[in-house]
């Protein structure tokens, strides 16, 4: 299926799920990436949740993260296609900006050399381990920029489509994606 379809059958899934749900699908996708063999490293990339979309709820993998001591990095939107990396800290200030997205006003900003682990936000994914976005293609040119060894791991409310057909050479493949019945590996 294109991307495209894909996009907005799955938006639609998402708009039929309660906020109850939610919250249960979310705790359930973060207690599964407890069973993932990734706490050993020390920067992680993790979003912050547009509400109005029903992503998944990322504060329990954020209290995981703080709770082993880990450098938490998020994102902040600087252009149409660019995100800039900024140090988590107690004194963050997140304000949410124009698209939805809460957000650092300011902080430390980390490169993305540094970043060993990326949580990344999807509608959708298939057995390949192709992912379906919103189509700005933020995280492609965020994960072009990163490491080759970084750590790309999906979250998803569902589980896999057999196949994306129209994946590109600029689209950025995972390493993992967890849903709250099971984990992928690719």
């Not at 082993?68 to 902040?76: G, M």
Request: proline share 4%.
């Amino acid at each position: 299926m294109l991307k495209k379809e894909l996009r907005k059958n799955y938006l639609q899934k998402r708009e039929l799920i309660s906020t109850q749900d939610l919250e249960d699908l979310s705790l359930k996708i973060a207690n599964n990436l407890l069973e993932l063999s990734i706490w050993s490293y020390d920067y992680y990339h993790i979003y912050l949740p547009i509400s109005s979309k029903k992503e998944i709820e990322t504060s329990y993998i954020l209290s995981i993260l703080q709770g082993k001591d880990k450098n938490v990095i998020v994102p902040k939107i600087t252009s149409d296609t660019n995100l800039t990396n900024i140090l988590l800290t107690d004194n963050t200030k997140l304000k949410v900006n124009n698209w939805g997205v809460p957000e650092p006003v300011e902080g430390i900003e980390i490169k993305e050399g540094k970043i060993q682990v990326v949580f990344i936000p999807l509608l959708t994914f298939d057995l390949n381990g192709n992912r379906v976005g919103y189509g700005k293609g933020f995280y492609d040119s965020f994960l072009a920029k990163c490491s080759t060894n970084v750590v790309k791991i999906g979250l998803s409310l569902f589980e896999a489509e057999k196949e994306i057909s129209d994946v590109n050479k600029f689209d950025i493949p995972l390493n993992y994606c967890v849903t709250p019945k099971k984990t992928y590996y690719f």
